[in-house]
T-cell receptor
Framework: DAKTTQPTSMDCAEGRAANLPCNHS???????VYWYRQIHSQGPQYIIH???NNETNEMASLIITEDRKSSTLILPHATLRDTAVYYC????????????FGRGTQLTVWP | DTAVSQTPKYLVTQMGNDKSIKCEQN?????MYWYKQDSKKFLKIMFS???????INETVPNRFSPKSPDKAHLNLHINSLELGDSAVYFC???????????FGSGTRLTVV
């Protein structure tokens, strides 16, 4: 599975959009981009995933560039409860696949 | 109501002891996993089971033995505990490889 690069930390004001970038320049055609987050002392939480097209759900939007070498997770109106470590993961999605978690981005939302 | 539940939440034990962590999911998922999060916060997959069959064993020492009595349960038994086994262990489940994983709240194991 391809590796990802994310900033170590980011800040965001409450109520503003949080845009979390991820680079995955070695992604291959059958690999998906997944986003998870881990709020302190809790288990990781699935947010969203996509292959080529942009995706949106009740939690976030995922924007994938046309060449698929990078993506951005958007939390449209960040709240204090969105403070967490956000993981961008590239994953083939096969039964034998492994969901590898890197360092992620520590997002801190300020009041 | 809880989707993936782990017990116990905290476990403190002495070196050399044998302990078990239990995991149950009520989501009807086919696949279950064990992950280990060490003190540096890296999350690493340990095992994956699909319909009670071992699919992935990520070079985990054989002191760690997962057991899946049925599709809804995946327990982790650890023999001869070592200091380095201290970590948070997370159980997870998924409906299929392409679906998101649902994680439990973790078991914090401390070996003294």
């Amino acid at each position: 599975d391809a590796k990802t690069t994310q900033p170590t930390s980011m800040d965001c004001a409450e109520g503003r959009a949080a845009n979390l970038p991820c680079n995955h320049s070695t992604i291959s055609g059958n690999e998906y981009v997944y986003w998870y987050r881990q709020i302190h002392s809790q288990g990781p939480q699935y947010i969203i995933h996509g292959l080529k097209n942009n995706e949106t759900n009740e939690m976030a939007s995922l924007i994938i560039t046309e060449d698929r070498k990078s993506s951005t997770l958007i939390l449209p109106h960040a709240t204090l409860r969105d403070t967490a470590v956000y993981y961008c993961i590239v994953y083939r999605g096969s039964t034998l696949g492994r969901l590898y978690f890197g360092r992620g981005t520590q997002l801190t939302v300020w009041p | 109501d809880t989707a993936v539940s782990q017990t116990p939440k905290y476990l403190v034990t002495q070196m050399g002891n044998d302990k078990s962590i239990k995991c149950e999911q009520n989501l009807g998922h086919d696949t279950m996993y064990w992950y280990k999060q060490d003190s540096k916060k890296f999350l690493k997959i340990m095992f994956s089971y699909n319909n009670k069959e071992l699919i992935i064993n990520e070079t985990v020492p054989n002191r760690f033995s997962p057991k899946s009595p049925d599709k809804a349960h995946l327990n982790l038994h650890i023999n001869s505990l070592e200091l380095g086994d201290s970590a948070v262990y997370f159980c997870a489940s998924s409906q299929g490889a392409l679906y998101g994983y649902t994680f439990g709240s973790g078991t914090r194991l401390t070996v003294v």
